[in-house]
C-alpha cells in the first residue's frame, strides 16, 4: 500500500495545485515513485489522456512533475460548469451527463466506490501518493457528505497540511479560523500549517507565527516565498487573467465567461517579447497584433455574449488587419453558423460571426482523442506556419465541416492535412481552416498546436515582421521542456522553505475505508 499526505488550503488558489506539484517532483528526486490525486476537480480546464479519456490539467501538471503519465484514476470526478448552477459531470474520464449543483449535492456520494477504484489503481504504482483537496475544509454548507476535503482524508487516513495565502492578507484568520470550525477529529488531521506567497522579512513574522502555533496548537511546517512560476494553474483564478500590460507582440485572448483551455497560450510566457492579455470588453482590447478566441464551455452562450458588449464587432474590424485564431470554440465562433438541434447547450441555430467558412452542429457525443501531425499549407500572415510539427489533443462536443460553397471553391484547390496518427471518428477537419477573404483568420479544434517551440517562434517572427519590429534571436524551447524546469524551480524552492524532514516524516499508510 502507498503512503499519503494531504495538502488542503484555507480557499481556493491559496497554491495548493502547484504545493502538491512540488512535493511529487521532490519526492520524485529522491527517489520514490509518487502520484497525486484529486477526487473531485471543478475546472474548466481539462486533458485528453492517451485512451481518450478527460481529466482535470492540475492533476496532468503534478502528474509531470512527478516524472509519470497522467492516468484518469489521478482525478475520478471532474465537474465542468455549464453555467452559474450547474455543470457536466465527468466519471473516470467519460461523460455521466449535466446536473444542477443541488442534484450533484445529493447525488456525489454514490461515487465514493468510483474514488475508492481510482485510488487503488494508483496505489498499484505508487510508493507515495499526494492528495489535494479543493475550495476550503472549512465550507460548514458543504460539510455533510464530503468526499474531497476531510472526507477524502478520513477516507485513506491521511495526514493534512493546511496551507493559507498571505498574499492576499489575513492569513492567521484563515488558518485559526479553519482550525475552528473543524470537528475535534479532523483537527486532529492536521499536521502542519504552511503559510504561502510571502514577500518580505520572515524575522518580522515570527511573532505571528509563534502565536498561530499557540492558538492553533499545530506547527507551521514552512513559510514559501511568492514564486512567479509560468505553470498551468486553474480556471478564473489564475493570476494570469490579471496581466494587462502590453509589450513587444501584444496577443489579445477573449475572456469570455465560461473560457476553457486557455493553458494553449502559455507557451508564449518563456519570450520576453510577447505579451498575452486576457480582455472581457472593448474597451481593453486597445491594438493587439493577435487575435486568439479560445476554448468555450459553453460556445452559444459566449458568443451572445460577444455579440452583447461589443467585442463580436470589433473582432470583425481588426480582422481585416491582423490575424485572428479561433481554437475549439473560439474556432466554431468565427464559422457560418451553429446548430444545436440536439439542446446540447441552448438548443436552436445561431449565425457565427462569419470569419471561417465552416458550419458547427453540436452533438453530444463528446470528441476525446490525441493528435499529431503537421500544419496544412496555410495563407496570409501565418504562412510560415505551414508543414510545422503539432502534437495535442481534441475535446469539444460539435462537429465542424466546410460549408458547400467552399467545398465547391477549393475542390481542385485546397491541400489536405497530412497523416494524423489518431483520428477521431465522424470525419470532422483536423487542420488549421484559413478564411477564404481576407486570409488573416485562422481555425482548428487542436489544443496545444502552438506548444512546440518552433511553431510558437514562427508565429511571433511572423507577428513581428507585420509588425516592422525586431524581437530577440534565440531558440525557443518546446513547451514541455520549459514546465520541466519550472517544476525543477518549484522543487528547489519548497526543498528551501519546507521542513521536507517533518513532512517526510508525517507519512501515513494508506487504510481505505470500505
Known amino acids: 500500500m502507498a503512503k499519503v499526505i494531504m495538502v488542503q488550503g484555507t480557499m481556493s488558489n491559496a497554491g495548493k495545485s502547484f504545493l502538491v506539484a512540488g512535493l511529487c517532483r521532490i519526492m520524485k528526486q529522491d527517489g520514490y515513485r509518487t502520484a497525486p490525486f484529486k477526487s473531485q476537480n471543478m475546472a474548466l480546464n481539462s486533458f485528453i489522456t492517451e485512451e481518450g479519456l478527460e481529466m482535470g490539467?492540475?492533476?496532468?501538471?503534478?502528474?509531470?512533475?512527478?516524472?509519470?503519465?497522467?492516468s484518469v484514476c489521478m482525478n475520478p470526478i471532474l465537474l465542468k460548469p455549464t453555467n452559474h448552477t450547474g455543470s457536466q459531470v465527468i466519471v473516470n474520464g467519460e461523460v455521466l451527463g449535466n446536473m444542477s449543483a443541488?442534484?450533484?449535492?445529493?447525488?456525489?456520494?454514490?461515487?465514493?466506490?468510483?474514488?475508492?477504484?481510482?485510488?487503488?489503481?494508483?496505489?498499484e504504482s505508487a510508493d507515495i501518493i499526494v492528495i489535494e483537496g479543493a475550495g476550503s475544509p472549512a465550507e460548514i454548507n458543504l460539510?455533510?457528505?464530503?468526499?474531497?476535503?476531510?472526507?477524502?482524508?478520513?477516507?485513506?487516513?491521511?495526514?493534512?497540511?493546511?496551507?493559507g495565502d498571505i498574499d492576499r492578507g489575513g492569513v492567521f484568520a484563515q488558518l485559526l479560523g479553519t482550525l475552528l470550525l473543524l470537528t475535534a477529529e479532523e483537527k486532529k488531521r492536521v499536521a502542519g500549517l504552511i503559510i504561502n506567497k510571502f514577500r518580505g522579512d520572515k524575522s518580522i513574522l515570527n511573532p505571528g507565527i509563534r502565536m498561530l502555533e499557540e492558538r492553533g496548537n499545530v506547527p507551521v511546517t514552512g513559510v514559501i516565498p511568492y514564486m512567479d512560476l509560468a505553470l498551468e494553474d486553474e480556471d478564473s483564478l489564475t493570476e494570469r487573467f490579471c496581466k494587462k500590460e502590453a509589450k513587444g507582440i501584444d496577443i489579445a485572448v477573449l475572456r469570455y465567461p465560461r473560457i476553457s483551455n486557455f493553458t494553449d497560450l502559455n507557451v508564449f510566457e518563456q519570450m520576453p517579447d510577447v505579451s498575452i492579455r486576457y480582455v472581457a470588453s472593448v474597451s481593453e482590447l486597445h491594438h493587439p497584433d493577435m487575435i486568439v478566441l479560445p476554448g468555450s464551455k459553453n460556445t452559444m452562450g459566449d458568443l451572445k455574449w460577444m455579440r452583447q458588449n461589443g467585442l463580436e464587432t470589433a473582432v470583425k474590424k481588426k480582422a481585416r488587419e491582423i490575424p485572428v485564431f479561433g481554437i475549439c470554440g473560439g474556432y466554431q465562433m468565427l464559422g457560418e453558423t451553429i446548430a444545436d438541434p440536439e439542446g446540447v447547450e441552448e438548443g436552436g441555430t445561431l449565425k457565427g460571426i462569419g470569419l471561417l467558412p465552416v458550419a458547427t452542429q453540436l452533438?453530444?457525443?463528446?470528441?476525446?482523442?490525441?493528435?499529431?501531425?503537421?500544419?496544412?499549407?496555410?495563407?496570409?500572415?501565418?504562412?510560415?506556419?505551414?508543414?510545422?510539427?503539432?502534437?495535442?489533443?481534441?475535446?469539444?462536443?460539435?462537429?465542424?465541416?466546410?460549408?458547400?460553397?467552399?467545398?465547391?471553391?477549393?475542390?481542385?484547390?485546397?491541400?489536405?492535412?497530412?497523416?494524423?496518427?489518431?483520428?477521431?471518428?465522424?470525419?470532422?477537419?483536423?487542420?488549421?481552416?484559413?478564411?477564404?477573404?481576407?486570409?488573416?483568420?485562422?481555425?482548428?479544434?487542436?489544443?496545444?498546436?502552438?506548444?512546440?517551440?518552433?511553431?510558437?517562434?514562427?508565429?511571433?517572427?511572423?507577428?513581428?515582421?507585420?509588425?516592422?519590429?525586431?524581437?530577440e534571436n534565440g531558440t525557443i524551447e518546446d513547451y514541455q521542456s520549459f514546465k520541466e524546469k519550472q517544476y525543477d524551480r518549484l522543487a528547489e524552492t519548497l526543498r528551501e522553505y519546507l521542513d521536507m524532514k517533518e513532512i517526510y516524516g508525517m507519512l501515513r499508510e494508506a487504510r481505505l475505508k470500505e
Not at 490539467?57 to 497522467?70: L, N, S, T, Y
Not at 460539510?143 to 496551507?163: R, Y
Open 57 to 70: 490539467r492540475a492533476q496532468v501538471m503534478q502528474a509531470e512533475a512527478a516524472g509519470i503519465k497522467p
Open 102 to 123: 443541488r442534484d450533484y449535492f445529493s447525488y456525489k456520494t454514490k461515487l465514493i466506490p468510483e474514488i475508492k477504484k481510482a485510488f487503488r489503481k494508483l496505489e
Open 143 to 163: 460539510h455533510e457528505n464530503d468526499i474531497v476535503n476531510m472526507g477524502m482524508a478520513e477516507l485513506v487516513d491521511a495526514p493534512v497540511l493546511l496551507v
Open 363 to 471: 452533438v453530444k457525443e463528446k470528441v476525446r482523442c490525441q493528435v499529431k501531425g503537421r500544419v496544412n499549407e496555410l495563407e496570409g500572415i501565418l504562412l510560415p506556419l505551414s508543414g510545422l510539427e503539432y502534437s495535442g489533443y481534441e475535446i469539444h462536443m460539435g462537429l465542424t465541416k466546410r460549408t458547400e460553397q467552399e467545398e465547391a471553391r477549393t475542390e481542385h484547390e485546397r491541400k489536405r492535412p497530412e497523416h494524423v496518427e489518431k483520428q477521431p471518428e465522424h470525419g470532422k477537419i483536423t487542420e488549421v481552416v484559413v478564411s477564404g477573404k481576407n486570409k488573416n483568420v485562422y481555425g482548428t479544434y487542436v489544443h496545444g498546436i502552438f506548444d512546440k517551440g518552433e511553431t510558437a517562434a514562427a508565429l511571433v517572427r511572423a507577428l513581428a515582421e507585420k509588425k516592422g519590429i525586431r524581437t
